[in-house]
């Protein structure tokens, strides 16, 4: 049974910077793609990034590109999301996925993957 559980999350100012973590159990962390979702009041999940098995292939919405850094340590079983000058509109529940699909590619879809975290909640103020 696959688990993910983050953590890192908080109130933070704008401006600020803060680091989510994802650890994983349940299969082997190495071969799945991992991926970090957002959801904010009243407001649909969306997309934030994802990374490939080793760490070579990353993808970002355009909303945190420049200011997001996706990375992930495979001996860890950990999956990390740096966020930096963080933005009153970056708060949102974060969310860690796993996809069960080819390990090669970042997937942005949430139907691409299979595995979901509780959340982690992340507040910015203006």
């Known amino acids: 049974q696959v688990r993910l559980v983050e953590s890192g999350g908080g109130l933070v100012q704008a401006g600020d910077s803060l680091r989510l973590s994802c650890a994983a159990s349940?299969?082997?962390?190495?071969?799945?793609?991992m991926g970090w979702f957002r959801q904010a009041p009243g407001k649909e999940r969306e997309f934030v990034a994802s990374?490939?098995?080793?760490?070579?292939?990353?993808y970002y919405a355009d909303s945190v590109k420049g200011r997001s850094t996706i990375s992930r340590d495979n001996a860890k079983n950990t999956v990390y999301l740096q966020m930096n000058s963080l933005k009153p509109e970056d708060t949102a529940v974060y969310y860690c996925?796993?996809?069960?699909?080819?390990?090669?590619?970042?997937?942005?879809?949430?139907?691409?993957?299979?595995?979901w975290g509780q959340g982690a909640q992340v507040t910015v103020s203006s």
């Open positions: 990374v490939n098995w080793n760490g070579g292939v990353t």
């Open positions: 996925a796993q996809s069960g699909l080819a390990g090669s590619y970042a997937y942005p879809h949430d139907r691409q993957y299979d595995y």
């Open positions: 349940g299969r082997t962390f190495s071969r799945y793609t």
